[in-house]
């Protein structure tokens, strides 16, 4: 049975970081890439940042460039999620999700049908 588990949210405030945490069970991580979306109240999923199988590409959505970085680590099945620089408008929930990729883009990792696989989510509260 494929896992993955969110954590590292919380409440923050607006200028501070977070650092969220995915950790995956029941695949061989190292052959699935990992994207990260957020939803907030009344809002639909957006794509936040994904990484490829190999953490050798990275993709982010304009909002968070410059911001935030997604690395992984294969050897611990843990993907992470660094945000910097956090503003109130990136509070949402944020959920990583996997899938196995033939190839990887920007395009094909940034929609939320592509994933096969979810975590239920954290919160991420930034404080103005």
């Known amino acids: 049975q494929v896992q993955l588990v969110e954590s590292g949210g919380g409440l923050v405030q607006a200028g501070g970081s977070l650092r969220l945490s995915c950790v995956a069970s029941?695949?061989?991580?190292?052959?699935?890439?990992v994207g990260w979306f957020r939803q907030a109240p009344g809002k639909e999923r957006e794509f936040v940042a994904a990484?490829?199988?190999?953490?050798?590409?990275?993709y982010f959505a304009d909002p968070v460039k410059g911001r935030f970085t997604i690395s992984r680590d294969n050897a611990e099945n843990t993907a992470y999620l660094q945000m910097n620089s956090l503003k109130p408008e990136d509070t949402a929930v944020y959920s990583c999700?996997?899938?196995?990729?033939?190839?990887?883009?920007?395009?094909?990792?940034?929609?939320?049908?592509?994933?096969?696989?979810w975590g239920q989510g954290t919160q991420v509260t930034v404080s103005s």
């Open positions: 990484v490829t199988r190999s953490g050798g590409n990275t």
């Open positions: 029941g695949l061989t991580f190292s052959n699935y890439a």
């Open positions: 999700a996997a899938n196995y990729f033939l190839t990887s883009s920007y395009t094909s990792t940034a929609r939320p049908d592509s994933y096969r696989y």
